[in-house]
Structure formats: structure tokens, C-alpha cells
């Protein structure tokens, strides 16, 4: 195998990374970290969060995700609740709406390849840990800061 084929390999997962989001974006009129956003609410208790636990999830910014909810909102996706005796908190809460726009749309290619994962071998997940470790350093790309999710600031970041 040619360098080449290891440079060819790793932009294939980049573009069809990126040509997911833009299907999505397409097709569902929302971006992953949006999507990824109606997820996490789909799956806590009562369909409900809150901000910083939202941004925990997310990995990203305070006000990153503050965009993410606006823009949720004005598509009634999400409605913002006050919390119970105390005004000052806001739960960001799953609609119906919402619900039906995830019952629609696929599984993202990291939802794929973490169920792929789960059934390679503990052998396989070393090899496949190892060369990835060794990409890494290859790059010199050790200090760069990385979540399990794959977001739409992680592929701006590749093309740059």
C-alpha cells in the first residue's frame, strides 16, 4: 500500500462525513450538531435538559449551543420551560415536533460506526486503536481537543 491509498482513505471519511451534513441540511432543513441536539433531549428523562448539560454533551461552547437553541426553537423543535419554583432555571425540552423530525431522519455515520465497533474483537479494537494513535502522531495532532461525537466544527476545521 502506497501512501497515497492512506492519504485517499482518510479524505473519504472526511467527504463522506461532510456529505452527510449537507444531506441532512438538505433533507431535514437542520445541521447534525441541531440533530444531534434533538437526539440527546430524545433520550433524557422526561425529553428535557439543561443548558450546560446540553454543551457537556455537545462539546461545544456556551454560545454555540446558545445558536443551536435559537434556531431550534424558531423551528419548534424545542420549547424552553421554566423550571418548577425557580424562574431563573430554563429547561430546553424536546416537542412533538421535534420527536416526528428524528423519527424521520437516519443514523449518522458515527451511530454506524460505533455499533460496527461494538462488534469487532478486542484484538481488531487495539490494531484498529493502535493505527490510529500512530495517524495521530504521524500528524502531530496530539494536543488537538476531540469529542466521541463527530460535529459540524470538527469538518470545518478538516477543510480548513
Do not use: W
Not at 5 to 21: A, K, M
Request: some cysteine; overall charge negative; aromatic content about 4%.
Amino acid at each position: 500500500m502506497e501512501s497515497i491509498d492512506i492519504l485517499i482513505n482518510i479524505r473519504r471519511i472526511v467527504r463522506s462525513i461532510n456529505l452527510e451534513s449537507k444531506r441532512i441540511q438538505r433533507d431535514f432543513n437542520i445541521s447534525i450538531p441541531q440533530l444531534l441536539c434533538l437526539n440527546y433531549l430524545n433520550k433524557c428523562e422526561e425529553y428535557q435538559s439543561t443548558h450546560r448539560d446540553l454543551t457537556k454533551f455537545l462539546h461545544l461552547n456556551s454560545s454555540t449551543v446558545t445558536g443551536i437553541i435559537n434556531r431550534l426553537e424558531k423551528k419548534g423543535l424545542i420549547a424552553r420551560l421554566p423550571k418548577k419554583g425557580d424562574k431563573r432555571v430554563t429547561y430546553i425540552s424536546l416537542t412533538s415536533n421535534g420527536y416526528e423530525v428524528l423519527e424521520k431522519t437516519p443514523d449518522l455515520l458515527h451511530e454506524k460506526l460505533s455499533r460496527k465497533l461494538s462488534e469487532l474483537s478486542n484484538v481488531e479494537l487495539e490494531i484498529m486503536e493502535d493505527s490510529l494513535k500512530l495517524l495521530i502522531s504521524v500528524l502531530d495532532i496530539k494536543d488537538v481537543e476531540a469529542s466521541p461525537l463527530i460535529t459540524i466544527e470538527d469538518l470545518n476545521t478538516l477543510e480548513e
